[in-house]
């Protein structure tokens, strides 16, 4: 923990460092820290929202919170981008960083458009620092439900917003990238177009996501699961937030090629997924074999598992 | 032997103009160096002050240095220490005010700005310093008569002073 703690303070201003050694936060309930200039520091922690005073407390009145300067803004993305922004000038085009230890922080102000196309953000003076948290071992009680003794299932989990869907793709690619006493490790392939699933930063993954794991960071999702077919050889491809048409065309091309798919998908229940007009036409050829469905308002909790005929397993 | 002697006072002080081009002529190749690294592998600045140290003959122990603090961040800005750790610099005080100044405003802004900015900046302070470096040159050339000539009668007036 003391290392996470290390990784975010040291993307922050030297000013407002102080302020959060003097708080007493536990760094592992900590989701977000908001700074947006002119305006106080906004801390999500344990799904509550926070501001920071001047004296780093945490409280609930506005007028006590502690107002982040432009100069402050300017410092803090000297730190996110490692003293470096000219290496960061892809990523900040997407509008995130990943930084060492998973992090995303996402960046927003001026854009400046150059043929139609975004060419960078100047003037940056919103940044969200999303604390990465790895939650090993919370897809151990669904890995019975997704493979039988010959194969891995296609899998599709739906959850709403910030239920920990990602957090839980994560760990079923470990799990099956492992493997343990009884069951094979599998050789996996991770879209990953946000960098929210193996989080690379420079390069390398963050978060563990197993040993027999390939990972193509920040390429589009329909043309990086071609590329993960013809190149590496995956016995699994993972994507996280599916829903264009050229996301189920990608899938259906890997399914074709005998590689199963984990994925996933916003959706209350299963439902508002069957009526979606894209993703809905997958489930309704059966596709996917595994449906797990998340509980709305619910950190990583499990509502139902699907099969594909729509029984619930679980 | 006295005038011998002069004359190698002379020498040792026009070697001074001497050392200002050499120090030049590093930072010049320093930012062609940069300016490749930021273009062509996009290298983080601690990595790119670590490859500079080991080419880098007056100011290994300053690129060390910025080698170390980046990568860490603890000491601030890069604004904050940069002109602190160039005290560092062997020879430093050889320089000119404007030589220190064009170097000084690089670090102000190494690291800050998108590739298309940090190159052309670091084109223009290579071009000024291209011109300091002409400039400091044809002193050079100036002074070594000047420096030995003048060693050589400090030298003679000393024996002359002597006996």
């Known amino acids: 923990m003391d290392k996470k703690k290390d990784e975010i303070i040291k993307l922050l201003p030297l000013d407002i460092r102080k302020l959060f050694k003097f708080c007493d936060i536990e760094f592992s309930k900590l989701q977000e820290i908001r700074l947006r200039v002119n305006m106080p520091i906004m801390i999500l922690y344990d799904s509550m929202e926070y501001f920071i005073s001047c004296r780093g407390e945490m409280t609930k009145e506005r007028k006590n919170g502690y107002r982040v300067s432009c100069a402050q803004i300017k410092e803090a993305m000297v730190y996110i981008s490692n003293y470096s922004r000219y290496a960061f000038e892809e990523e900040i085009r997407q509008g995130f960083i990943t930084v060492e230890g998973g992090h995303r922080v996402g960046v927003a102000g001026k854009i400046i458009w150059d043929s139609g196309k975004i060419r960078n953000i100047s003037y940056i003076s919103f940044i969200n620092i999303r604390v990465s948290h790895e939650v090993i071992g919370c897809a151990r009680g669904v890995m019975r439900y997704l493979r039988d003794e010959s194969e891995f299932f296609n899998t599709l989990i739906i959850s709403p917003p910030r239920c920990g869907k990602t957090t839980l793709l994560r760990d079923i690619v470990r799990i099956a990238a492992d493997g343990s006493e009884i069951d094979r490790g599998m050789t996996v392939g991770i879209v990953d177009e946000r960098s929210e699933i193996g989080a690379c930063h420079l390069g390398c993954p963050q978060n563990n996501i197993g040993c027999r794991t390939d990972v193509l960071d920040g390429c589009p999702k329909s043309q990086g699961m071609m590329m993960m077919v013809r190149s590496m050889a995956p016995e699994i491809v993972a994507v996280d937030e599916i829903g264009s048409k050229d996301d189920a065309a990608a899938i259906e091309y890997v399914m074709n090629c005998g590689i199963n798919v984990i994925a996933t998908v916003h959706g209350l229940d299963m439902d508002e997924v069957i009526n979606k007009p894209v993703i809905g036409e997958l489930v309704r050829k059966r596709r996917f074999k595994r449906y797990i469905v998340l509980k709305r308002g619910k950190m990583g909790q499990i509502a139902a598992i699907f099969d594909d005929r729509g029984n619930v397993i679980y | 032997m006295l005038a011998a002697g002069g004359v190698m006072a002379g020498i040792y002080a026009w070697e001074r103009y001497m050392l200002r081009v050499r120090v030049l002529e590093e930072w010049q190749t320093i930012f062609i160096e940069i300016a490749g690294e930021i273009n062509y592998s996009a290298e983080s600045m601690s990595q790119i002050c670590s490859r500079i140290e080991n080419m880098s003959v007056y100011g290994k122990k300053f690129w060390g240095e910025m080698s170390k603090q980046t990568k860490y961040k603890n000491e601030g800005l890069i604004g904050t220490f940069w002109k602190e750790y160039l005290d560092g610099y062997k020879y430093w005080e050889l320089l000119s005010a404007e030589d220190k100044n064009i170097i000084y405003r690089f670090g102000e802004s190494f690291g800050t700005l998108d590739i298309y900015s940090q ?26 008569k000047v420096c030995i000539f003048m060693g050589l009668i400090s030298g003679l007036m000393a024996g002359i002073c002597l006996f």
Do not use: P
């Open chain 2, 119 to 144: 190159i052309n900046e670091i084109k223009m302070y290579e071009k000024r310093i291209e011109g300091n470096i002409s400039d400091a040159r044809q002193k050079m050339r100036e002074q070594k």
